[in-house]
């Protein structure tokens, strides 16, 4: 099989078209889907050398498959990473990374803004294990130097957050995890590496579910976890090998030719979401708008520092209330009412009731979440379109 050999001198648009890639002796021009569970071998002799690591090569697809380890690969190369490892969804994802590093009595310390499911991983099933964990207010540098504790071994944190567009400094994170010999570990689910590059700014671990922006187009689920060297070989490698989070073939070569147009795809994002969030600040009736690369964001300059666009979701607040907000809501003709993101299509969501409804009223209150605030996922559709959706919505609210 033929690899390419020359891709440290590409730019971040080449790689994300050909990096990775593996052409079999046909010489397809598209990456090929090898939809296979196992690999024949000449002889017992190349199986046992195989099996000792003696030689290369593809054993079982919940160790390896080819077309998974080329998304893995481009995923790397587009990361800066030394190393990728795909998993079937975000969570296992997100999981695997807690799991193969944490024992008994070890402490971590995350942004309280996190994805629902993490913040259960973290809060319920971590100290089943005897794994505890202090959430602290993610902006507030200070909290998590205080936080640290001398069996702290992993920093984990969400930058933008969901739903409240909430931004971590990483490079500041970062520093207090060397400090203290932990790792830190980034969700860069909702900006993508087209975005944001974590390791630029010194994180250790970058997790993503490619279910989202990687896909693009709402098809399937998908999770990368990219590392070094050692962190794979000490922790990831043999966790992965043996609890079987792999994702499948398919899934990876939607994910793999995906990223192919990742860039464009995330540059029309930004634009459209831009100009929602424009718009929505102009309006009577939304009394708070959050984006990004908003002027009002109240962590615009690290915006601007960390991230090279603002990404595809905008969180705004109606008057009014849960009310008004599902008025709104119920009178969209083009954006569908719907909790996943990072889709083609835009999809608005109440967080309130469907992704944080498990999270408690304080927890809810301290995130920002309240009754009248709105997520929306902006698509690709013509912003002037979805701009005028949410115009009649808004009468009606
Ligand atoms: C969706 C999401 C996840 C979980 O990913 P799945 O692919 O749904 O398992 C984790 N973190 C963030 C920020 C997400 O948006």
Request: hydrophobic content about 40%; charged content about 20%.
């Amino acid at each position: 099989m033929a690899t390419n050999k020359k891709t440290g001198k590409w730019r971040k648009r080449t790689l994300a078209v050909r990096g990775g890639m593996m052409r079999s002796p046909f010489q397809e021009t598209s990456e090929a889907l090898y939809m296979t569970s196992g690999y024949a071998y000449e002889s017992s002799e190349e199986a046992e050398a195989r099996f000792k690591g003696e030689i290369g090569g593809y054993q079982y697809s919940r160790f390896g498959n080819p077309t998974v380890s080329m998304f893995e690969e481009r995923m790397a190369l587009l990361e800066g990473a030394p190393v990728g490892r795909a998993t079937a969804t975000g969570m296992a994802a997100v999981t695997a990374v807690f799991l193969s590093s944490l024992k008994t009595g070890d402490h971590i310390v995350a942004a309280r803004a996190m994805f629902g499911s993490c913040l259960h991983v973290v809060e319920q099933i971590l100290p089943r294990f005897g794994i505890t964990y202090t959430l602290v207010d993610g902006a507030d540098t200070a909290a998590w130097e205080k936080a640290m504790r001398p069996q702290t071994k992993l920093l984990f944190l969400e930058t933008p957050s969901n739903p409240t567009l909430a931004l971590v400094d990483i490079a500041a994170v970062a520093k207090i995890a060397d400090k203290h010999g932990a790792l830190l570990a980034v969700d860069n689910a909702f900006a993508s590496p087209a975005l944001q590059r974590p390791m630029e700014f010194g994180a250790h671990i970058v997790i993503h579910s490619s279910t989202k922006y990687i896909d693009g187009q709402g098809r399937a689920l998908g999770g990368v976890i990219l590392c070094d060297k050692k962190f794979l070989d000490d922790h990831l490698q043999v966790f992965l090998r043996n609890t079987g989070p792999a994702i499948s073939p398919f899934n990876a070569w939607l994910h793999l030719k995906s990223l192919e147009t990742l860039e464009l795809r995330m540059k029309q994002h930004c634009e459209n979401a831009g100009r929602v969030a424009d718009f929505l600040g102009r309006q009577k009736k939304v009394t708070r708008v959050l984006y990004p690369f908003h002027p009002d964001h109240p962590q615009h300059n690290l915006a601007k520092a960390q991230m090279d666009g603002g990404g595809g979701v905008v969180a705004f607040e109606v008057a009014g209330g849960k009310a008004s907000a599902f008025k709104l809501a119920n009178a969209l003709n083009i954006i569908d009412v719907s909790n996943n993101l990072g889709d083609a299509k835009s999809l608005l969501t109440h967080p309130e009731t469907t992704t944080h409804s498990k999270v408690t009223q304080e927890e809810r209150t301290a995130l920002g979440i309240t009754p009248g605030l709105l997520r929306i996922s902006v698509g690709l559709e013509d912003a002037e379109d979805l701009c005028e959706d949410l115009e009649q919505a808004l009468k009606v609210a």
